[in-house]
């Protein structure tokens, strides 16, 4: 094999751009001094857009989790009751930190692999109408399901008062998102997903709403306080030290982003998701979601009649291309491709002619070419 | 299309290794301290297999150009007779070289994209005895022609006492070299292609009868002078300010090829050339070179129903994939796949399958997936 080469195709961290790489490598600055300053008002405004929304959103140093804990610890209190929408693996965090804060928790569980249906949270809110807020994860990154958030929004809040909570980490950036329009009052993402970085920043806006609940909210916080990330974050400045090479990068990132254009950015991800799907059909190997279920970042696939350990075997010792296992119960049932951020047509063809050459290392007859052909066609449309 | 993305896939420079690229962004040290001493030391050693040789290599900074210089200055005086094998646009780069230092050049040209018969230099040995140096290039780069110096070789020698002087610039690293074995008395490469470094370092070895020319070679000559290279390299020194960094990200390359293996890195380069030319013939695409002709580091095509250069446009546009046009006469004729250095079958495999889009869609009728196919079956044998 080819020394030093690493295909890295996990639903994150993702491959790093190589401009986002150079500008990470910058010279460190002070956090207080004004070039800082600069960085964080010439961040602030294009970070908007991509969470859909007018209001700051606040970069926390920290990974997703820390951002789920925030939404957590700065909304509810001991004793308050939530509803978790548990779709798979991140679903369950939110259960894990709202226990860890002796919040009582309702957990809503659907089968790994569907998206959760809106008429069922319906009828749970009018059944508990004490409930404060619904947690709700967008792209739920164990089985590759997008649930549908625009329509649950629309359920949380004509049934109830209850704040809609979202963990977009691995698909915020790759899809669209309308924040505001939607009425998702609390969203949360990662750097190192469709955001093209390493781990280590977490992004989080909350609605007006949002902000009545955290402003009067007790429960003991400090790191993780939102209003001190917001009230920096007006004078430019951030409360604790950031991530300083991070911010570095998130900049060209976003100067990325904006030279591609945000639609067509999730019209590459939709593109990414449909060649995956297309190219399994056409090798007959289940998928684990439906087309409507699936999320254009990662895409879950459901062997049948090999083993999907053996092939990421192959795929990693013969070509250095890491895709992912499954988690929990999921483990050697299925494996797991991202197609976000830093991540083209090209490089899904390309892990899809290598996944057909080692199906057939590991003894699965399958016709050569023919997933390939089958994306290539997707691409023409 | 993705931002930054830019897959580079032309016959030089290729990609460079991250580990390469972090070597190379070492903080420079200063080139007469022990560090550089010890930097060379490690150095010189492992150049020798890639050549094939028991002598140092010298490194000089400079084009491979300036290598090719470097073998012209060293070896003939004005008035000299030499013969130079032109098969393409690098062999003519020896005639104008040997032009300028009033050589008296015998010109031996044969068509391009066919390697040299050697039987044909026979005759003109015989016919010239005064032919005092016998210049080739092992890859034509122009044309993805690799032609037979081992036989070359046999022929020089076993006809003239002329030396046999190879242009090995864009395969040296990515196919077997004997130079001691085979008898070639002075061998130049660069560094940007099989070498896996950008372009700024060439090197060149020479064998004990060349030694001996040089020493006695009174052709005025002061950066490009051997003498200077060897002399310092015994003691671990260069005699003028080397590329810096290009030696810290050489000590790396040479670490990397170490690891994968000099015969694995040549099997590597057949397979790749091996997968690219089965694409192409799937195709129906007509490949400018036959087999028996053909480099394992680049691959001329020669379209007969499309425009080679609508085809790179919309390679380059829509993927950022940059290929190779023809040269000379051969613009518009050809384009070139270079699949060398760090280049791997996966990476070949995207080339392909991207190409077979692009195809479709400047309107060529092909079956897609057909190339890419016929690529996987080489590399599963």
Chains 1, 2 share one sequence.
């Not at 960085?39 to 969470?51: D, E, G, R």
């Not at 049934?159 to 998702?184: N, P, Q, R, T, Y």
Request: hydrophobic letters at 40%; aromatic letters at 6%.
């Amino acid at each position: 094999m080819l020394s030093d080469q690493q295909l890295l195709r996990i639903p994150g961290p993702t491959p790093i751009p190589p401009s986002v790489q150079r500008a990470m490598s910058q010279p460190m600055i002070g956090h207080r001094g004004q070039e800082t300053k600069e960085l964080l008002k010439s961040i602030k405004p294009k970070l908007k857009p991509i969470f859909g929304t007018e209001q700051d959103v606040a970069i926390i140093t920290g990974s997703g989790t820390a951002g789920l804990e925030a939404a957590v610890v700065n909304t509810v209190t001991p004793g308050d009751e939530v509803l978790v929408i548990a779709t798979g693996a991140f679903g369950e965090r939110f259960v894990k930190i709202a226990d860890a804060y002796q919040i009582k928790t309702h957990r809503y569980d659907v089968e790994w692999g569907e998206a959760v249906t809106p008429g069922a949270i319906k009828e749970y809110l009018t059944k508990y109408p004490a409930i404060k807020a619904v947690f709700a994860t967008f792209c739920e990154t164990s089985t590759g399901v997008l649930n549908p958030v625009q329509e649950l929004a629309k359920v949380v809040h004509s049934h109830s008062d209850a704040l809609f909570i979202v963990d977009g980490v691995s698909c915020i950036g790759g899809v669209e998102c309308k924040m505001d329009e939607w009425g998702i009052d609390l969203l949360v993402t990662g750097s190192q997903k469709a955001m093209m970085l390493p781990a280590g920043l977490t992004f989080i806006a909350a609605s007006d709403r949002a902000w009545k609940t955290i402003e009067q909210n007790e429960q003991p916080r400090f790191y993780l306080g939102l209003k001190k990330y917001r009230d920096n974050l007006e004078k430019d400045s951030t409360p604790f030290t950031p991530a300083l090479s991070l911010l570095l990068g998130l900049e060209q990132v976003l100067t990325l982003m904006n030279e591609e254009g945000l639609e067509q950015i999730h019209e590459r991800h939709r593109l990414m998701m449909e060649m995956t799907r297309a190219a399994f059909r056409a090798l007959d190997i289940p998928l684990l979601t439906s087309d409507i279920a699936a999320s254009p970042t990662v895409t879950a696939i459901k062997p049948a009649d090999f083993e999907a350990e053996a092939l990421r075997r192959v795929l990693k010792e013969e070509f250095g291309l890491a895709v992912a296992g499954g988690q929990q119960h999921m483990k050697g049932e299925i494996f797991r491709i991202g197609h976000m951020g830093y991540c083209s047509p090209a490089d899904v063809l390309q892990t899809i002619s290598i996944v057909e050459i080692s199906l057939r290392k590991i003894g699965k007859d399958i016709e050569l070419g023919k997933g390939t052909q089958a994306a290539q066609e997707i691409y023409l449309g």
